[in-house]
């Protein structure tokens, strides 16, 4: 008689334990930032794993990493389960890995029943979800559907001096045993389990979250430009102060983007000065902005506002300004199909549950291009993330694998 695949909480509570310890840091977090030696001995455990389970292993030259149980019928696309396992580098242990091993925890629990699924049920670990050693983010997913490609990245140069054709090599050249695929196999559906990344399950005391849909992400980087000179001989009169064109701007923008609409968001997380002495005005000034919203034509308008703001600043303290975008994602709206399983999935399992839009950009955005797709948040404590105090109850965690082994059964059969 054929078991019920049932999640192995204690099982996966070591895994998530065990794979903190891979770039591990001093406080509880992680840095294992994509395609470092860290996350290449993390794709290693995983794929060492799944080869004593007898799973198959590929990986395609994005780095991708494939993880497959066959199904009775291999002619039939398989159903794809997973996240990441890159982090910020000061990330936590959960964001990425809690969906990359609760899947492969599925994956386990149908081996562990001898269950039989008509079509392979394979797990996916995306390249650089993170976009913090190499940016744009999402880099795996956006090359598996078409929107990207590998060569398009060859020229990045991570923050620590590496270059990304070389550590992808690295990366690829250090499992031999992964099989290589081309980019873009054929799936059939997707489903992805992430935190929350927000305090709302948290707060509504709810076990999980039907993510509908992802809000549009536009990344600007801005540099003013003026005249560097000397801080005690450089009256008013002769200054051309790039530091004080950038704060002008911010300070509007700061006070009129994200008070005037909730849905709005505005960060600026990188903000740099040249040449960066104590006693020299600057002759120029960087940083970066992250606009994000769930309506499309909201991003464009932000991304004006910011233009004229930092123009307007630029002309009042006789300096220029140069804005390039360097990463757009327009929002993005999951297949109800998807979120109908996922839901209904929720009240076979009697937890509780809400639909919701996701803040935070994922790798399911992409995917939902070409397949049906969709997420499963579970409550993070005091909603932080990117941050070495992230922390999931195993509760949630258990609760998020079994919503999400329950919703992968419905959408195999």
């Not at 930032?33 to 030259?61: I, M, W, Y």
């Not at 081309?182 to 948290?202: D, K, R």
């Not at 909730?262 to 902005?289: C, M």
């Not at 994922?362 to 049906?372: E, I, S, T």
């Amino acid at each position: 008689m054929r078991l019920t695949p049932e999640i192995n909480g204690e099982r996966l509570l070591r895994r998530l334990s065990d794979f903190a310890e891979i770039g591990g840091t001093s406080v509880g977090g992680v840095n294992r930032q994509a395609l470092s030696k860290e996350d290449c001995a993390a794709r290693h455990l995983l794929a060492d794993l799944a080869t004593a389970r007898g799973f198959k292993v590929f990986q395609d030259p994005i780095a991708n990493l494939f993880l497959r149980r066959e199904g009775r019928n291999p002619a039939q696309p398989p159903m794809l389960v997973g996240s990441h396992l890159d982090s910020q580098p000061t990330g936590g242990r959960f964001d990425g890995a809690l969906g990359t091993l609760a899947a492969f925890e599925v994956l386990e629990a149908l081996e562990d029943a001898g269950y039989d699924t008509e079509a392979a049920i394979e797990v996916v670990a995306w390249t650089n979800e993170e976009g913090s050693r190499f940016a744009p983010g999402v880099m795996g997913s956006m090359a598996f559907v078409g929107a990207a490609h590998p060569h398009d990245f060859q020229s990045l140069t991570a923050s620590d001096g590496a270059y990304f054709t070389e550590e992808l090599g690295a990366t690829l050249a250090a499992l031999p045993l992964a099989e290589m695929r081309p980019l873009g196999t054929p799936i059939s559906a997707y489903l992805e389990l992430h935190i929350e990344q927000g305090p709302s399950l948290e707060r509504e005391g709810l076990a999980a979250g039907v993510v509908t849909a992802v809000q549009g992400t536009r990344w600007l980087t801005v540099t003013f430009l003026g005249n560097a000179g000397h801080a005690g001989t450089t009256s008013l009169g002769y200054r051309r102060d790039p530091m004080v064109a950038a704060t002008l701007a911010l300070s509007r923008l700061q006070a009129s983007i994200m008070p005037q609409d909730e849905d709005a968001r505005l960060t600026v997380g990188r903000f740099s000065a040249h040449p960066g002495s104590i006693n020299a005005i600057p002759d120029k000034v960087t940083f970066t902005v992250d606009i994000r919203h769930p309506d499309a034509a909201s991003v464009t308008s932000i991304d004006a506002k910011v233009r004229a703001a930092c123009e307007e600043a630029a002309l009042s303290q006789r300096c220029s300004v140069e804005i390039t975008t360097s990463f757009d994602m327009p929002p993005g709206s999951f297949s109800k199909i998807m979120t109908d399983r996922i839901e209904a999935a929720a009240q076979a399992l009697g937890l509780s549950y809400k639909r919701m839009i996701s803040g935070a950009f994922h790798d399911a955005l992409f995917v939902a291009r070409v397949a049906p797709a969709a997420m499963i948040f579970v409550p993070c404590r005091d909603g932080i993330s990117h941050n070495e105090a992230e922390y999931v109850e195993p509760t949630d965690i258990i609760n998020g694998a079994r919503l999400l082994l329950e919703a992968t059964l419905k959408s195999a059969r």
